[in-house]
């Protein structure tokens, strides 16, 4: 293996702790009792993640790891009898009936079926947003087939963010790995063997629909302007004041042994600004050893400004053998009630009663304990929203009272001008066949070049650059002129279709 010697030498080292990490991360969003495996089980192992892994993001966290463990070849080095297929294309963009036989084939005779899917590099990217939630169609076609051919099917998942699992009630066990680094797939295989314990927990919510998530009705929004009238109402902060349940809440995460929480007790006064410590009593009532993230939220019970039902104040990880029981201290700091002024531009207490509740998730609560803050505000500024305020600003009227002022009108697209995009200009003849020269020219050979995840960032980056830059940045091969007299003319000309 090249590289310097000093790198060399700890390879080994390093990797293991890379692959500890990455068991660590893991989360256990998902199981009726089929995991951990047994060491006699044989195992489909299915799609081409277990051969090719998506392990890192695209873009500028791309890194040359110095070696990267498959899952397919960690089942190998572990003795467990493996039957492998390929169940789909490695970018899952086109549908093949002969792979998805052989994948239901191989499925139907094993013990158990543990199938890779997740976002392959083209689908999320740094440079491009994702167009929609949703796994590619051949990975959601893949997971049904094989739980169909096999009811203990596994689903191991590698992507960067939340993905739609229309099949989840459909599958024994759903396992997040994220993206898990050069030894992802040695710390898949410990987790399902429970040779390591899943410690990850959501560090998100993974909403059931599309249209479960706060700005899905005004996301993209126009051309040249977003609206987040969602406010302070994302993620879990909204499906836990009144949106609907998610399919995996934010902190959720399964272990392979049971923790149970209780005795919760706080202060019950507390000075505004002054920070405080909860405590919980953790008790390990399985027979494994295993982990708990202990979480707790703060709900303000004062009715002056308008706030989510709960938000996460501090969390504190604890681990336990069997039977052992410890009392758990979470430190909250001097802003666990405090909100952000926008008339004194600083943050400020409300004064009165506030709960916190503390769990294993932002809806697995297990107790609570009631907490007075004196000294705080009893009055809130102009600006500041008050608690009667609509959590979502949905009509303009609520919207512009978020904003302090009228909703500004979208710069519109036309007429053009040097600020105007590759693909806005584009929407003319003369403005495509501009954007394509440049195309061609400018970034086609790196395109052509770069690995699908890349090329598509490239791309992406592309279509969206402003003309302007593009002048700046072409050392003189694109003049002004050239630009300007692209600009009149795509201006003269009539919207293509």
């Not at 666990?336 to 609560?365: K, M, Q």
Request: glycine share 10%; charged share 25%.
């Amino acid at each position: 293996m090249g590289g310097p010697s000093h790198l060399r030498d700890h390879d080994d080292e390093h990797d293991a702790l890379a692959r500890r990490v990455a068991a660590e991360g893991t989360v256990l969003l998902a199981n009726s009792g089929v995991l951990p495996l047994r060491p006699e089980t044989t195992v489909a192992l299915i799609g081409p993640f277990a051969e090719t892994p998506r392990y890192q993001g695209a873009g500028s966290s791309l890194v040359n790891a110095r070696r990267v463990t498959t899952a397919r070849a960690a089942f190998a080095d572990k003795g467990i009898d493996v039957r492998y297929a390929q169940g789909c294309t490695p970018e899952a963009d086109r549908r093949s009936p002969q792979l998805l036989a052989e994948a239901v084939a191989t499925a139907r005779d094993a013990d158990v079926a543990v199938v890779m899917v997740g976002l392959p590099g083209r689908h999320e990217s740094e440079g491009f947003d994702r167009e929609g939630l949703a796994l590619p169609p051949a990975h959601d076609e893949l997971v049904r087939a094989v739980a169909a051919a096999n009811p203990l099917t596994v689903v191991a998942l590698s992507n960067g963010a939340p993905v739609l699992m229309p099949w989840r009630e459909d599958v024994a066990a759903i396992v997040e790995s994220y993206l898990g680094g050069q030894a992802g797939g040695g710390a898949l295989v410990d987790v399902l063997l429970g040779d390591v314990e899943p410690g990850g927990r959501l560090a998100e919510s993974f909403p059931a629909a599309t249209s479960d998530v706060a700005a899905d009705p005004f996301f993209p929004g126009q051309p040249r302007q977003v609206e987040h009238r969602e406010g302070l109402f994302v993620g879990y902060r909204h499906h836990v004041s009144g949106g609907p349940e998610p399919a995996f809440p934010f902190g959720h995460g399964l272990s392979y042994t049971r923790i149970e929480l209780s005795d919760v007790s706080a202060p019950t006064t507390v000075g505004a600004g002054e920070p405080l410590t909860v405590e919980v009593t953790a008790t390990n009532v399985g027979d494994r050893p295993g982990s708990e993230v202990v979480q707790v939220y703060r709900r303000d019970l004062t009715g002056l400004v308008l706030r989510p039902e709960r938000e996460l104040v501090g969390f504190a990880k604890v681990r336990l053998e069997p039977g052992d029981s410890t009392r758990v201290r979470v430190e909250l700091t001097d802003r666990a009630f405090a909100y952000w002024d926008v008339d004194e531009a600083g943050w400020r207490t409300p004064e009165g009663e506030h709960e916190l509740l503390v769990g294993r998730s932002s809806v697995d609560i297990a107790g609570e304990a009631r907490v007075r803050v004196t000294g705080g505000v009893t009055a809130v500024g102009p600006r500041t929203e008050r608690a009667d305020a609509p959590p979502i600003a949905a009509s303009d009227e609520a919207f512009a009272a978020r904003l302090g002022g009228a909703v500004p009108t979208p710069t519109p697209v036309r007429p053009f001008t040097r600020d105007s995009t590759f693909d806005e200009i584009a929407t003319t003849r003369v403005g495509r066949a501009f954007r394509d020269i440049v195309r061609k020219v400018a970034v086609g050979p790196q395109i052509a070049a770069a690995e699908p995840g890349m090329a598509d960032m490239i791309e992406r980056n592309f279509a969206e650059l402003p003309l302007r830059a593009a002048v700046r940045i072409g050392a003189g091969m694109l003049p002004w002129r050239v630009v300007d007299g692209v600009v009149r003319l795509a201006n003269l000309t009539r919207r293509r279709g």
